[in-house]
């Protein structure tokens, strides 16, 4: 399939490993952030999601980690899949109502066997 | 589990043809949102509609339109489009205070 972005910083990891990825965003006002997950020729997937009154959240395999006072986000994945190759987006809603949100260049995860 | 579908997975249009593409979803959320992807250029806000018949401009509204007759179905209209409109347009919703969630996209080719 096309690919969703040409020239996106790359993440390797061997499967099995556990990975993170990161992401800066760029307004101190944003109170609510998710992580997106995009293969190949499909749809964002709504991973996982943490607002600005917690600095961690998690789900299955999945960790979110909200650093407010560098303005920084990470997804750590645990235990790597080759199902989890995908593009990964980070996504700020800065508030103001209508929940518009404003999305990271996102980084693509390649797992190797 | 959230269901947002898009009438196409792909369509290939002539420039100059008028072109409709339909999104639906099933769980009564308040907030609808188009958006095309380009390699290189991310995911870019064309229109997004907050209520049955309002609409507001993203920060890419040239070359189309939008329609929300119903308040779970938004629909977005390239009057006449043009081979700069080839693009993956993908459709999104949202309840009040949540986040968005995105269909499967339609591939647009305009020849």
């Known amino acids: 399939g096309e690919s969703v972005g040409l020239h996106l910083p790359t993440l390797s990891v061997q499967e099995g490993d556990n990975s993170i990825i990161n992401c800066a965003y760029s307004n101190s006002a944003s109170d609510y952030f998710i992580w997106y997950k995009q293969e190949s020729g499909k749809g964002p997937q709504f991973i996982i999601d943490?607002?600005?009154?917690?600095d961690k959240r998690q789900g299955q395999r999945v960790t979110v980690l909200l650093n407010k006072t560098v303005k920084h986000l990470s997804l750590q994945i645990a235990a790597t899949q080759p199902g989890d190759s995908a593009v990964y987006f980070c996504a700020e809603n800065v508030g103001g109502g209508y929940n518009k949100l404003i999305f990271g260049a996102g980084t693509r995860l390649a797992v190797h066997p | 589990d959230v269901k947002v579908t898009q009438s196409s997975r792909y369509l290939v249009k002539r420039t100059g043809e008028k072109v409709f593409l339909e999104c639906v979803q099933d769980m009564d959320h308040e907030n609808m949102f188009w958006y095309r992807q380009d390699p290189g250029l991310g995911l870019r806000l064309i229109y997004f509609s907050y209520d049955v018949k309002m609409k507001e401009k993203g920060d890419i509204p040239e070359g189309y339109s939008v329609s929300r007759e119903k308040k779970e179905r938004f629909s977005l209209i390239l009057e006449s489009a043009s081979t700069n409109q080839t693009s993956m347009y993908l459709c999104?919703?949202?309840?009040?205070?949540?986040?968005?969630?995105f269909g499967p996209g339609t591939r647009l080719t305009v020849l």
């Open positions: 943490i607002r600005s009154n917690m």
């Open positions: 999104a919703s949202s309840p009040a205070g949540g986040g968005q969630f």
